[in-house]
């Protein structure tokens, strides 16, 4: 029998790379987005809601376990992001960011940690950004939020060891994806030449940290996150 993935925000960009990936390594995939999603595999199974419906994360994620099977792997890729001078944004801009971004995550890594604590067995990555270490100008309330799926990480990591839980995080360089097509190239070209790596990343440095994440060997590695291109 297959393992069972959860990947959120699977309609396009990273979700979709990485559904795509697990698809082709035999996972069974089950994906969610606003929209409903075009990929075509009869292993992959689609769920059309918002995150920041807490109703909804939790009827998808019993859903899945009824219908495929406990859920093995969780990556919570879903996010959405704003460019604002900190005196330029509004509360409603914050609100909405931290509800998809922070607790969307929440929601499902509570319910998914559920059905892994009772198997005594379980991977969960999340996703953060090198605009939380650098303190990006512009970025204040997304990289708040990513700090705080950062924290939820490290503490997670802690509560959820002794059901053999892994609690990690990812936080990708700027990569070629709808999230970024609105930030200036400056400020992009600005962030890349502070790198040890200049260079944008890809779904290929994505996919290779998530195959790390979720191999059986690293099952001692948790609460970490793991900057890409060299930033610290």
């Not at 990690?168 to 999230?179: E, F, K």
């Not at 070209?189 to 790198?195: N, S």
Request: hydrophobic share 40%; net charge neutral; with cysteine.
């Amino acid at each position: 029998m297959s393992k069972v993935a959860l990947i959120t925000g699977t309609r396009k960009g990273i979700g979709r790379a990485l559904a795509e990936h697990l698809l082709q390594q035999g996972w069974t995939v089950a994906g969610c987005s606003r929209r409903t999603s075009d990929i075509d595999s009869e292993n992959y199974h689609h769920y059309s809601l918002n995150l920041t419906d807490e109703a909804a994360v939790v009827k998808m994620v019993r859903q899945i376990k009824r219908t495929l099977g406990p859920i093995d792997a969780l990556i919570n890729n879903a996010g959405i992001a704003s460019m604002n001078h900190l005196l330029l944004t509004p509360g409603e801009t914050c609100r909405s960011i931290f509800e998809t971004n922070v607790l969307g995550s929440f929601v499902c890594m509570r319910e998914c940690a559920k059905q892994m604590s009772r198997k005594q067995h379980g991977r969960i990555i999340n996703f953060s950004t090198v605009a939380a270490p650098l303190n990006l100008e512009g970025e204040a309330i997304y990289a708040a939020s990513k700090a705080a799926i950062e924290s939820l990480t490290r503490t997670a990591a802690k509560e959820l060891g002794s059901y053999g839980i892994t609690v990690n995080a990812i936080g990708p360089t700027p990569i070629a994806t709808d999230l970024i097509r609105s930030v200036p190239q400056d400020a992009i070209d600005t962030l890349i030449a502070r790198q040890a790596i200049q260079r944008l990343g890809t779904m290929a440095d994505i996919i290779n940290c998530v195959d790390f994440f979720l191999r059986e060997e690293s099952a001692f590695i948790s609460g970490q996150t793991l900057y890409l291109g060299g930033v610290s």
